[in-house]
T-cell receptor, first 110, second 116 residues
Framework: TQLLEQSPQFLSIQEGENLTVYCNSSSVFSSLQWYRQEPGEGPVLLVTVVTGGEVKKLKRLTFQFGDARKDSSLHITAAQPGDTGLYLCADNSGTYKYIFGTGTRLKVLA | NAGVTQTPKFQVLKTGQSMTLQCAQDMNHNSMYWYRQDPGMGLRLIYYSASEGTTDKGEVPNGYNVSRLNKREFSLRLESAAPSQTSVYFC???????????????FGAGSRLTVL
């Protein structure tokens, strides 16, 4: 069974700081998705990465997929309070069963 | 533009009681899923339905049953609730079951269930 480990588990930073969170898999990703979940809501897709070494940018968010396709990182530049939430990585290994990581809970203080 | 709608939003049960969580999507998606979310454990798949008329077990199916009533609706039933089933439950849907850049899980807002 594929396991997705995310780190750190919790992160509290000041507005304007930069941060990076990580997602590591026990096996090769089929493709990787990052979701963000705000309190009281369901997760919402941020990005899908498919190719090893791929880098995608979404405004202040930069997503990188490892060359070996077993790890990924999410970097946020100049964090804002609106970035607060639970960040989840997910893979379905080409099947119906999406597997989610344990999540990184981010709090950005104004 | 409702997306995925779950009911109820909150529920308190006593051990041994039964209940059904309802989920409906209006996006003409083929696949639907039920997840539970517990602190420190991310989202775990309970059951999924790849298409209308089919259902299959996920990681943690014990104590649950599901029904894919039609293409829009996918319900989750707890026949005899236990305190270990206290959790937040999320329903999700996707256009297709196989992963691709275009395939996205759309989630409902969640149902918070407490079993005393």
């Amino acid at each position: 069974t594929q396991l997705l480990e995310q780190s750190p588990q919790f992160l509290s930073i000041q507005e304007g700081e930069n941060l990076t969170v990580y997602c590591n898999s026990s096996s090769v990703f089929s493709s990787l998705q990052w979701y963000r979940q705000e309190p009281g809501e369901g997760p919402v897709l941020l990005v899908t990465v498919v190719t090893g070494g791929e880098v995608k940018k979404l405004k202040r968010l930069t997503f990188q997929f490892g060359d070996a396709r077993k790890d990924s990182s999410l970097h946020i530049t100049a964090a804002q309070p609106g970035d607060t939430g639970l960040y989840l990585c997910a893979d379905n290994s080409g099947t119906y069963k999406y597997i989610f990581g344990t999540g990184t809970r981010l709090k950005v203080l104004a | 533009n409702a997306g995925v709608t779950q009911t109820p939003k909150f529920q308190v049960l006593k051990t041994g009681q039964s209940m059904t969580l309802q989920c409906a999507q209006d996006m003409n998606h083929n696949s639907m899923y039920w997840y539970r979310q517990d602190p420190g454990m991310g989202l775990r798949l309970i059951y999924y339905s790849a298409s209308e008329g089919t259902t299959d077990k996920g990681e943690v199916p014990n104590g649950y049953n599901v029904s894919r009533l039609n293409k829009r609706e996918f319900s989750l039933r707890l026949e005899s609730a236990a305190p270990s089933q206290t959790s937040v439950y999320f329903c999700a849907s996707s256009l297709a079951a196989s992963i691709s850049g275009a395939n996205v899980l759309t989630f409902g807002a969640g149902s918070r269930l407490t079993v005393l």
